[in-house]
């Protein structure tokens, strides 16, 4: 029973990672490019580094650390994490 679900749980992680990296452009860096472009436009003094993670159920798990900028003067120390899961039709949840 538990060598079913390893295996389960391996092939997931294969069909997860084999989703996010199909098409032209990978779907990772697509999304990445959102978020980025979200966070600039809302909040203009603030830069961010995204690095990514696939995840179990289709899902993948962003993270970073954001930077601010107060003048000539750079302030870190806010991280931003978040996790989507793709539903039907190639949107994020």
Known sequence: MIGILLAAMIINSILSSINYRAGTREKREVYKDVIESAI?????????????NT?????????????????????????YNDAARLAKNDRLE
């Open 40 to 52: 600039a436009a809302t909040r203009p003094n603030m830069n961010i580094r995204l690095n990514s």
């Open 55 to 79: 995840s179990s159920l289709l899902g993948i798990k962003y993270y970073g650390d954001m930077v601010k900028q107060v003048g000539d003067e750079r302030v870190g120390g806010y991280e």
